[in-house]
Nanobody
Framework: AQLVETGGGLVQPGGSLRLSCVAS????????MTWIRQAPGKGREWVST????????YYGDSVKGRFVISRDNAKNTVYLQMNDLKPGDTAVYYC??????????????????????WGQGTQVTVSS
């Protein structure tokens, strides 16, 4: 089972990117999906979560109003639309999966072993 993130890259401040995370070999619809990021030299930061059963979405304060999380259970994919990007958004972005009914936000842990599945990450760089 795995998660594969794509869509990262270099973008100017104020620009947009859409990240995708494709799941395979597990029952995607049973899992809440979360985006977590880690900037160079800093700790991990919770970005956003979307539940499967309710469809409810939640965001960290630093991205609220700029990022939108969504999912397509038919495609086993979760997305993160990132708008009005700032240099402070520069980080490696990871997607992670946890059983839907067990997951709470804000998350109690941002460590890999707290999640059932964890992707390899995609780099987002915001710079002029």
């Amino acid at each position: 089972a795995q998660l594969v993130e794509t869509g990262g890259g270099l973008v100017q401040p104020g620009g947009s990117l859409r990240l995708s995370c494709v799941a395979s070999e597990f029952t995607f619809k049973d899992y809440a999906m979360t985006w977590i990021r880690q900037a160079p030299g800093k700790g991990r930061e919770w970005v956003s979560t979307i539940y499967s059963n309710s469809g409810n979405t939640y965001y960290g304060d630093s991205v609220k109003g700029r990022f939108v999380i969504s999912r397509d259970n038919a495609k086993n994919t979760v997305y993160l639309q990132m708008n009005d990007l700032k240099p402070g958004d520069t980080a490696v972005y990871y997607c992670a999966a946890a059983v839907d009914w067990t997951y709470t936000v804000p998350p109690s842990s941002l460590e890999e072993d707290a999640y059932d599945y964890w992707g390899q990450g995609t780099q987002v760089t915001v710079s002029s």
